[in-house]
């Protein structure tokens, strides 16, 4: 029998949560034994696997504090956005995302599709060394489908504003605008972990760096101001399930109006990480170097993909006259790119030095080649965000890569390094 009605909110645990799926869907009997785990491993939300019989479902739930800090209140209408966003992902590119069963409005919710079978979540799978020839394919067309249809190029201004309106998320914002855009260039909060070997470096690099911190802030200003599409905002490999032949993009509770460039460059960052992990390895054998320039192909087919398929939507579904005066889609695919690069170097910097780390970092087992991978994604960080006006295509991206870790070359002992990380 149940005993709650579910008409006030609270936080659930694994033990509400057999009464409450059955209470929401009819997927399992009254009398069926369900099995369930807490599964979530990020810092903002409450993640419940349930397997039944015949069935199994992830029920996400928002809390109403930071997993990290619970002094560091959240609004639970980040629930309703990231519902509202699937919804519409759906409509946009079907398929793309899990398929979405039910919102639950007072206990802030999802019950969505469960996808543990046979996908995997791509972070994971590319520590493997696992690779998807296909992804860049798949995932340029996911982009530019749920930017460009999203944004003043095709909607009606009016409904486009509307729909901004829906998607306002000034809470989830707060944390990117801080994490991302001001930590990185001031440790104002305290929150950075820098490696001992490397605060030197930080500090005169990222910390006393008066004209990069300057770039810096124009960024955060264009991301807290241009409302030109919806984005996902947090896309990273651990926000992407993958098959061979298909993907699925989830945790989307960061999602609002902003900067297009935003998306690609935040997911471009994490395949550099997925580099890093493998670059440290201690033996560079075929396999490694194999895998690492898997990696560096897929970002430079990524863009080359995401500009073509960008050019033919634009020309397609351009309704607004003066959009279509001539140079005007080429002009506006330039500032895309441009954040874009400012998008990735962000991303590179505040998941290498701020709170938010990663296990494409962490475990690196050996200290030095830690301390060393982590210089690299900072060089290369600062080189994407001061010259992100000419960062244009893939291969200025893998070529800014071989800048940085030519430049930590020229200042380490390993005399021989660039002779097999770029064969």
């Known amino acids: 029998?149940?005993?709650?009605?579910?008409?006030?909110?609270?936080?659930?645990?694994?033990?509400?949560?057999?009464?409450?799926?059955?209470?929401?869907?009819?997927?399992?009997?009254?009398?069926?034994?369900?099995?369930?785990?807490?599964?979530?491993?990020?810092?903002?939300?409450?993640?419940?696997?349930?397997?039944?019989?015949?069935?199994?479902?992830?029920?996400?739930?928002?809390?109403?504090?930071?997993?990290?800090d619970p002094t560091w209140q959240l609004t639970t209408e980040r629930g309703r956005i990231e519902a509202d966003y699937l919804a519409m992902q759906e409509k946009l590119n079907p398929g793309s995302t899990p398929e979405l069963y039910l919102y639950d409005l007072v206990m802030c919710a999802i019950i969505m599709e469960e996808l543990s079978g046979d996908y995997a979540i791509l972070r994971f799978a590319l520590l493997e060394r696992r690779r998807f020839p296909r992804f860049a394919d798949m995932f340029s067309t996911y982009l530019v489908n749920a930017l460009v249809l999203t944004s003043d190029i095709v909607l009606d201004h009016q409904e486009k504003k509307l729909l901004a309106k829906q998607f306002i998320n000034p809470q989830m914002c707060d944390i990117f605008e801080k994490l991302n855009n001001t930590e990185p260039f001031i440790d104002v909060y305290k929150r950075n972990r820098v490696m001992s070997e490397n605060k030197d470096f930080v500090q005169a690099e990222f910390y006393e760096d008066v004209a990069f911190r300057l770039e810096g802030a124009k960024l955060k200003f264009e991301f807290m101001n241009n409302a030109q599409a919806l984005i996902h905002a947090d896309l990273h490999t651990g926000a992407v399930f993958v098959r061979e032949d298909s993907i699925k993009i989830f945790d989307t509770e960061f999602a609002f109006f902003g900067p297009m460039g935003v998306d690609p460059g935040n997911f471009t960052a994490h395949i550099f990480f997925a580099w890093a992990n493998a670059d440290a390895e201690a033996v560079q054998d075929v396999s490694i170097l194999s895998f690492k320039?898997?990696?560096?192909?897929?970002?430079?087919?990524?863009?080359?993909?995401?500009?073509?398929?960008?050019?033919?939507?634009?020309?397609?579904?351009?309704?607004?006259?003066?959009?279509?005066?001539?140079?005007?889609?080429?002009?506006y695919l330039g500032t895309v790119l441009s954040e874009a690069a400012g998008?990735?170097?962000?991303?590179?910097?505040?998941?290498?030095?701020?709170?938010?780390?990663?296990?494409?970092?962490?475990?690196?087992?050996?200290?030095?080649?830690?301390?060393?991978?982590?210089?690299?994604?900072?060089?290369?960080?600062?080189?994407?965000?001061?010259?992100?006006?000419?960062?244009?295509?893939?291969?200025?991206?893998?070529?800014?890569?071989?800048?940085?870790?030519?430049?930590?070359?020229?200042e380490s002992d390993e005399a021989t390094y660039l002779d097999y990380v770029f064969l």
């Open 1 to 68: 029998m149940k005993t709650k009605t579910y008409d006030s909110y609270f936080l659930m645990t694994v033990a509400d949560v057999p009464d409450y799926i059955k209470a929401k869907v009819d997927f399992f009997t009254e009398d069926e034994q369900l099995s369930v785990d807490e599964i979530g491993d990020g810092n903002v939300n409450y993640i419940f696997q349930v397997r039944g019989k015949h069935k199994s479902v992830i029920i996400k739930q928002a809390g109403d504090a930071t997993r990290l």
């Open 293 to 331: 320039q898997w990696l560096l192909e897929t970002i430079e087919n990524f863009f080359a993909l995401f500009i073509k398929k960008f050019k033919n939507l634009f020309r397609e579904r351009v309704t607004d006259l003066m959009a279509k005066t001539p140079g005007f889609s080429e002009w």
């Open 343 to 410: 998008a990735c170097g962000l991303e590179l910097a505040r998941r290498t030095i701020g709170l938010s780390y990663l296990p494409d970092l962490i475990n690196i087992q050996d200290e030095a080649r830690r301390a060393r991978t982590e210089r690299i994604m900072l060089r290369l960080a600062k080189d994407l965000i001061l010259n992100r006006a000419s960062i244009k295509s893939g291969t200025d991206y893998t070529a800014a890569l071989k800048r940085a870790t030519a430049t930590e070359e020229a």
